[in-house]
């Protein structure tokens, strides 16, 4: 059975939510998130980060990568556009926008913000990244003007990579109802059972 480590408030929370949509079985290897800040790597898990999958001989971190993995080995083809078809370079570039561009801006004020008590001396990196993160947002508000789901009429596990990070940033306080789409379509994943359990 595939093994999830897991704590919570970590990008462990998508592979649970993506988990429980597709309701798999799996443990749940779960501790408490290392806050020592002071260097990277310091989880309780054999990549030092979360999340970190193990499945028979497979072990895997990197939650986009873990995503793909799961849906190609226990997906039949649920949560993912087929490949080829009209929503499928969408659902990739959302795919891969959440770790690749959007999670930056999240990721400095985390540091800046939490780990850190001295936000006032780094005004400008501040302000400079709350600008990335609204351009970020700019693009996510057109998406969703156009559709309700950010790659398309459909759920996919492009929600669950983009909804976590999303999600971190309504928390910090980085999303603001300037973006009422966005808001809306936190709120709305949020409600989702599958999400609820993987937060508790
Ligand atoms: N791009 C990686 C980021 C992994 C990552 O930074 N995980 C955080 C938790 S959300 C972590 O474990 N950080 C602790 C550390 O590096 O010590 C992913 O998407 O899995």
Redesign the pocket.
Known sequence: MLKLHY?P????V?IRWLLEELELEYELLRSE??R?GS?????D?PS????YIEDGDVAL??????VQYVLERYGNGRLEPPIGSRNRAAYLYWLHFA?GTA?NAI?TTVWLTVYRDDADRHQEIISAVRDSANTVFGKVETALSLQPYISGNEFTAADIMMGFTLGSAKWLQLLTDAYPKTLEYVDRLFARPALQKSLS
């Open positions: 704590a408030l970590t990008r462990s998508r998130y290392n020592d260097r990277g790597f310091a989880q898990t030092g980060q979360y999340p971190s990197e939650s986009g990568a873990i770790e999670a990721n």
